[in-house]
């Protein structure tokens, strides 16, 4: 024999009944007729195969059964309360440990608002943030140090899921008192004697800055190696030389001493958000994907 089970409704009816002391109020507080109310609580009692009331000159007295009951079902209540404050902290992000990481370029310059905004939509948010290079990025991913980085190159590994968000350009970083300093644009052919700073062949922007030489035809002679950008750029305020840095570089704060030039033919520098597939998402991570694509939109020019 099947023991006997009350459903949700019928618990919401005992509560109601409980608390008010009558029929008429647990029908008022439930919003039901009051002999809808009745047929259901002698259902209920059929149910359960016990009285839960006494009814004495017009009167529902609890009996020791019922009492037993109703504190059991304040527990329950007790259990849904606190499960409905969880479920509201999650929502607000309150609690919670945000990891995020980025390319040096990107985390001096676009990541801050991005930042800015998500705390902005989850006060109680605590964030993690993390400058990593090249050869740091797969395993602070890998081995889930963090949820999110930023980067101007794809990750390669199969675990990590690499999403094209936007795209910015390699610009040229002059000191001011150099006479290119007077012109908007130039060309790659306009730096060919110049002293230049620039970085390994190997990494992302030296790549995209050998396409740039390659397809000018021009010889790309290296004064001086850098592996940041932001190193190169206090470089070039020191006079010892120009740079060509990515757009994102230029975004930021920097010395009067230093003018940042457009290429007539500037070689892209593209802009990835990277996660681990095998990481449970938040709906935080959601949201700090969706700001990301959206800061990439209508980015200011460098000055």
């Known amino acids: 024999m099947a023991e006997p089970m009350l459903t949700i409704r019928q ?12 029929v008429s109020g647990a029908a008022r507080m439930l919003g ?5 109310l009745s047929r ?21 007295v609890p009996t020791q059964e019922a009492g037993t009951l109703f504190d059991e079902i304040n527990r329950l209540y007790k259990g849904f309360d606190d499960l409905s404050h969880v479920i509201a902290r999650l929502a607000k992000g309150e609690d919670k440990l945000f990891r995020v990481a980025a390319s040096p370029s990107l985390g001096h310059s676009i990541v801050p608002p991005m930042l800015a905004r998500l705390i902005a939509n989850y006060p109680g948010l605590t964030i993690q943030f993390d400058i990593v290079s090249v ?24 675990n990590i899921l690499s999403s094209r968000i936007g795209m910015g350009r390699m610009v040229c970083a002059v000191p001011a ?15 060919a004697d ?15 800055i050998a396409e740039m030489f390659d397809k000018a035809g021009v010889t ?14 206090a470089f070039v305020a020191n006079g010892m030389g120009i740079a060509l840095v990515d757009s994102f570089t230029a975004m930021q ?10 290429f007539e033919e500037p070689g892209a520098v593209p802009v990835y958000i990277n996660r681990n597939l095998e990481a449970p998402r938040a709906i935080i991570g959601e949201t700090f994907e969706e700001i990301a694509r959206n800061a990439m939109l209508g980015l200011p020019r460098p000055r």
């Open 40 to 60: 259901m609580l002698g259902h209920m009692e059929d149910r359960l195969q016990f009285r839960l009331f006494d009814r004495t000159r017009g009167r529902l």
């Open 177 to 191: 008192s150099h006479p290119l300093a007077q012109r908007e644009r130039i060309g790659v052919a306009d730096i």
């Open 220 to 233: 790309l002679n290296v004064a001086t190696y850098i592996r940041f950008a932001e190193t190169a750029v």
């Open 135 to 158: 050869e740091q990025t797969v395993d602070y991913l890998a081995i889930q140090r963090g949820e999110y980085a930023l980067t101007v190159f794809p990750v390669d590994h199969p």
């Open 253 to 262: 704060p920097h010395a009067e001493s230093v003018k940042f030039l457009e």
């Open 194 to 208: 110049e002293q230049l700073l620039s970085f390994r062949p190997d990494t992302p922007h030296g790549r995209i």
């Open 11 to 22: 618990i919401e009816i005992f509560r109601a009944i409980m608390i008010t002391k009558t």
């Open 32 to 36: 039901i007729s009051q002999p809808g």
